[in-house]
């Protein structure tokens, strides 16, 4: 069987099948190739978010613009989904705390995750600890000096070490459902 993405492309990365079912998907809603904010938005059915939802989506989206363009482009759309659908568990957590840390200082505090977390959660609607709970739960676990603040190797290697931990991580923060609303189309209820 002939490997489309070549030698050096691993098993675990999309394949040329899907990239094509994808950018059908993305030019269908998107013409110009270029995704603002806006369409993202409305792309994901993301209008009306409370301030802190909407403040994370517009971080998800600054992430996702590799070149701060200002959009997210075909290629960059790919990346995206490639980290959050085939991404190794260390790949995400890196991602996600390059998006909880909010000021950019190296650390994210309680106020950042917790904020991240309430976003998230009115996003993604999966519910099974509140906010305030999860962030008790994530510094107790993983703040082993207790400052107060994380910074990625506590959280990596916190996370990595704690098998609930992770298995909720990677529950809550699991952004294919909102993949799979983009692949399916947005079906509008009438």
């Known amino acids: 069987m002939f490997d489309a993405m070549g030698a050096s492309g691993s098993a675990d990365d ?12 993305f030019m269908k809603e998107c013409p110009s190739g270029q995704l603002c904010l806006h369409e993202f938005k409305q ?19 600054h992430t996702f613009d590799m070149n701060k363009d200002g959009f997210i482009d075909f290629l960059e759309f790919i990346a995206a ?12 957590l890196k991602w996600y705390f390059k998006l909880y840390d909010a000021d950019g200082n190296g650390c994210i505090d309680k106020k950042e995750l917790l904020n991240i977390f309430t976003a998230i959660q009115a996003i993604n609607g999966y519910t099974s600890t509140s906010p305030e709970e999860f962030t008790d739960m994530v510094f107790q676990k993983v703040d082993v000096n207790n400052d107060g603040q994380l910074s990625l190797e506590e959280f990596i290697t916190g996370v990595e070490k704690d098998e609930g931990l992770m298995e909720l991580i990677t529950k ?12 399916s189309g947005r079906r509008h209820s009438i």
């Open 14 to 25: 999309i394949n040329a099948m899907e990239i094509h079912q994808w950018y059908t998907k």
């Open 43 to 61: 792309v994901l059915d993301l209008q009306g978010l409370t301030p802190e939802a909407n403040s994370y989506v517009e971080q998800v989206f």
């Open 81 to 92: 989904i490639n980290l959050v659908i085939r991404g190794k568990i260390d790949q995400k």
């Open 172 to 183: 809550t923060f699991d952004l294919s459902n909102v993949l799979k609303v983009i692949q």
